[in-house]
């Protein structure tokens, strides 16, 4: 498979995640018959049914991707003045109370330190939210071909634009690494654990605490994103016997990135197979609808995992009828031929 399906699949499948997920973020206990009927009618391109959003997940998404694609390098200051423009222009995009803080400070402050509103927010500590990793996908697919660090280097700083909790922009540094992982994998099936082993062995040098970090030296690092990926082993280790609670219960669909990011790479490698309550042969569209059975942080987890699986299956595994109902594919589209096209 080329690398131009591999990008459009990756940014594509993260806005239908996102679209399709929207309609059911905060709910838990999703009905099993009211999904399936609700993906099955979504197959149909015919049919005459309401369009879905997009949310601030894909609104901060196209910033990064556009950012990357007019300047050609990896310009953080332009980042940020993208989220906020982006931001006032459509503020009803389901962004969070407490973003909306750092874009106003950033405003404010003429962008002069891009990074300083972000530190300030939470007392101080910085936020973990989810919404770092949610956007992460156009700097997975623009340091495809560098080397693991600075893969990591450019996600962190990405991230810290608003999030400044190391569970933050290490959450956006895994799911970067998810995504490059399967974008670079050759052949038809991943074999799950080796994926899980390979993201454990990069989060234990991530989640070493560097110099900036130690504020305490006789603390030792903590591993939140390792010990969660070990959860994901055992989980699929125990193959179809993981019900829907037994994911939440051990991995959270939460807003927080600890409590996602882990779970949307759970659904990515877990859909590959047949799942009993998800009626479809197709992996892409399992992917999407196994995130969203989950309840939650639907739009988000649904993201994160249409990205990894969009990366992994290309474009052509996605149905027609998805695109169809969606906001902004074919923007989505361009800045992925961009993206691949990008003459450095
Ligand atoms: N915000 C939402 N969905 C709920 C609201 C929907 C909206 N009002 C509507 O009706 O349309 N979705 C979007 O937000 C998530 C990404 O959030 P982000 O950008 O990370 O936001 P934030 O505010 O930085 O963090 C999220 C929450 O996490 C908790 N939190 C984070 N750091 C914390 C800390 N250091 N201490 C305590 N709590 C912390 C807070 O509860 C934050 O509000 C995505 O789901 C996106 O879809
Ligand atoms: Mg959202
Ligand atoms: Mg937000
Ligand atoms: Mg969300």
Known sequence: MNLTSKFRGCLIGGLLGDCLGAPFEGENRISKSVLNSYFNRLLDPSLKVPYKSYTDDSAMTKCIASSLVEK???HV???AKRFVKEYYAE??????????????????????????PAARQFGGTGSYGNGAAMRIAP?????????????????????????????????????????????????ENINPLTFVER???????????????????????????????????????????????????SLGNEISAPGSVPTAI????????????????????????YAVSLGGDTDTIAAMAGNIAGAF??????????????????????LAKDLVNLDR
Do not use: W
Request: proline content about 3%; hydrophobic content about 40%.
């Open 72 to 74: 050609k390098e990896f």
């Open 77 to 79: 200051t332009d980042i």
């Open 91 to 116: 503020p009803n995009r389901g962004y969070g109370k407490n973003v909306v803080d750092v874009f106003a400070a950033l405003r404010a402050s003429g962008f002069k330190d891009v990074f300083a």
């Open 139 to 187: 700097i997975a697919l623009f340091t495809h071909s560098e080397p693991i660090p600075v893969v990591i280097d450019m996600s962190k700083q990405s991230a810290k634009v608003t999030h400044a909790n190391r569970l933050g922009y290490n959450g956006a540094i895994l799911q970067a690494v998810a995504i490059r992982d399967a974008l670079l994998h050759k052949g």
């Open 199 to 249: 993201l454990i062995s990069c989060m234990r040098m991530v989640e070493k605490y560097t110099e900036e970090e130690i504020i305490d030296h006789n603390k030792k690092s903590e591993y939140i994103y390792c010990s969660a990926l070990e959860k994901i082993k055992f989980l699929l280790e125990k193959g179809n016997d993981v019900s829907i609670s037994d994911v939440v219960d």
């Open 266 to 289: 759970y659904v990515f490698l877990r859909a590959q197979k047949q799942i009993e309550a998800v009626e479809t042969d197709n992996p892409f569209q399992r992917t999407i609808h």
């Open 313 to 334: 299956y290309g474009v052509e595994k996605i149905p027609e009828g998805f695109m169809h109902h969606c906001e902004g594919v074919e923007e989505m589209n361009k």
